[in-house]
């Protein structure tokens, strides 16, 4: 079983649609969850990070994490075409410790 | 804007050739990273290096070697390129013991191997 587990996709969404994209988790001792996109061809840029359990949110953004059920989410409000990427959830227990990858969710927003 | 380059964005190699992936950070980094992206695997982690002249193995070291020999220059090195190496290979930096924040990732270097 992978640490962790994220739905390849695709998802194909209207413009103006609200997007959840998940993560499920198996290590009890991560504590750091992020959100990257990645543009096709490119490499991953950091979205959004948190810290323990709550929601998060940026913008159109909101990150939210709950540790009990080890379940991660990003929901886009108002998605946009150009917020067409592929979405990599990531999680780490923190300081020295590496951060590990969830293989991304592909989204399509069509205009 | 902080960031981390690598040298090329696309490479063709035949195989057999020794193939040099150069990456150079900007943020005073100690720890660099080295990963392949395929379909359906996600990102695959080569090796990490937390300082100069150290390095690590990651998941999938075979076939790979790796020097750093300045704090913000990480190079992998394909000894004897196969087809099966053709990837998409991307290059992190971060700061030591901060892993929280996250990685900064280059744009990648996508290597196809004939």
């Known amino acids: 079983q992978k640490e962790v587990e994220q739905d390849p996709g695709p998802l194909s969404v209207p413009e103006g649609a609200i997007v959840s994209l998940n993560c499920t988790y198996s290590n009890s001792a991560f504590q750091y969850f992020m959100w990257y996109r990645q543009y096709s061809r490119k490499g991953p840029e950091l979205l959004m990070y948190?810290?323990?359990?709550g929601n998060k949110e940026d913008g159109r953004f909101t990150a939210q994490v709950d540790k009990s059920s080890k379940y991660i989410s990003l929901f886009i409000r108002d998605s946009q075409p150009s917020d067409s990427a592929t979405y990599l959830c990531a999680m780490t227990s923190g300081g020295y410790q590496k951060v590990t990858f969830g293989t991304g969710t592909k989204l399509q927003v069509i205009p | 804007d902080v960031k981390v380059t690598q040298s090329s964005r696309y490479l063709v190699k035949r195989t057999g050739e020794k193939v040099f992936l150069e990456c150079v950070q900007d943020m005073d980094h100690e720890n660099m990273f080295w990963y392949r992206q395929d379909p359906g695997l996600g990102l695959r982690l080569i090796y990490f290096s937390y300082d100069v002249k150290m390095k690590e193995k990651g998941d999938i070291p075979e076939g790979y070697s790796v020097s750093r020999e300045k704090k913000e220059r990480f190079s992998l090195i394909l000894e004897s390129a196969s087809t099966n190496q053709t990837s998409m290979y991307l290059c992190a930096s971060s700061l030591l013991g901060y892993t929280n924040y996250g990685y900064t990732f280059g744009s990648g270097t996508r290597l196809t191997v004939v």
């Open positions: 948190t810290y323990s359990s």
